[in-house]
């Protein structure tokens, strides 16, 4: 049995699995954001410590031991418990396992659990720190984890993409041997954070249950198309303000319409993943808020008709996290010693 922390920017999920069946799952803010600020490292291990004893509980509740927690994610990086360095791309499954880090110091979590931390991968570089390296840079950590439980999930055996939208866009490039190859990121999740809650905007923008429209996510995302070709970004962002005054589109229209900008920037930069680009595919893979997903879905197919796209459920995301720590794992590092 063990406990799988999939540490993301705002949240940390926590799962207790056993035979990566999830027995007890939850959730916490974790404000990784707010890394800069006193006491946020600490904050930070108390998240940790309440999610893993909390999981614990309903271990005991069954009467079955823990092993071990696994964690990936923003953990490893510097606004969350400690850095643990990437590898570099390529990446195969049987790199990610040797480059599993053990946490040493556990006393935090007041607890003596074994603890291991999955390294992220980020793209090689041909300079050691050169300006031409920004058109090349990039990064992850959490979804190396994702990709190895979906190509397992899926069994994968071809060349595929996969994009995951969270606080970022970001596509990852699978070659025919299951590797890592290289990734791109936009910020798209934190663009549509900011403007909700730091712009005017905002106000204009449905995020309740009410799905009452005026017109079709494609209506929508056509508008979305024609006012940033006509204006650009900067004013085609301000629209869904001027639509709640002077048209009769719902608030539910004008959040699809910002969404529909934002892929519209993401598909923009991931040009190189699709129709003749150096990293297109034959199979997409999507995974994210299934509101997100179905509106870049469109977005996305709009651009590489050519490629299968797959949108994952909710139940399926769960289901390649827990999947891809314990691939990773490997239940074997435990005996293997620390790393």
């Not at 799988?4 to 799962?15: A, Q």
Request: net charge negative.
């Amino acid at each position: 049995m063990f406990i799988i922390l999939d540490c993301g920017t705002t949240n940390i999920k926590c799962y207790l699995t056993q035979n990566e069946t999830i027995i007890f799952s939850t959730s916490k803010p974790c404000n990784s954001r707010k890394s800069g600020k006193d006491g946020a490292k600490h904050a930070y291990q108390q998240v940790l410590k309440d999610v893993v004893m909390l999981a614990l509980a309903e271990a005991q509740k069954v009467s079955l031991h823990v092993d071990a927690i696994i964690a990936f994610g923003m953990i490893s990086s510097d606004v969350g418990l400690m850095v643990v360095p990437h590898l570099t791309a390529p990446v195969s499954l049987d790199q990610l396992r040797e480059g599993i880090f053990r946490v040493e110091d556990t006393t935090f979590l007041g607890v003596q659990l074994p603890f291991y931390l999955i390294r992220g991968v980020k793209n090689a570089l041909e300079y050691e720190r050169h300006i031409e390296n920004i058109f090349v840079c990039d990064f992850m950590r959490g979804e190396e984890t994702q990709i190895m439980g979906l190509l397992k999930t899926y069994e994968i055996r071809c060349k595929c993409n996969v994009i995951t939208l969270s606080s970022h866009c970001k596509i990852s490039h699978v070659d025919e041997s299951a590797s890592i190859v290289r990734s791109l990121t936009t910020m798209s999740g934190q663009i549509f954070d900011c403007i909700m809650n730091n712009t005017i905007v905002g106000k204009s923008i449905d995020t309740s249950n009410d799905k009452s429209t005026t017109s079709t996510i494609d209506e929508m995302i056509d508008l979305a198309k024609r006012a940033d070709d006509e204006f650009g970004l900067m004013r085609t962002l301000l629209l869904p303000r001027f639509m709640e005054n002077f048209t009769t589109l719902s608030p539910m229209d004008r959040r699809i319409f910002l969404e529909a900008v934002l892929s519209i920037e993401d598909t923009k930069a991931l040009r190189q993943y699709y129709g003749t680009g150096r990293w297109s595919a034959p199979k997409t893979f999507i995974i994210g808020q299934p509101f997100r997903s179905e509106i870049f879905s469109r977005m996305y197919a709009s651009v590489a008709p050519e490629t299968e796209i797959v949108v994952l459920d909710d139940a399926r995301i769960k289901e390649i996290s827990v999947t891809g720590a314990q691939l990773i794992f490997n239940n074997n590092t435990i005996c293997g010693g620390s790393r």
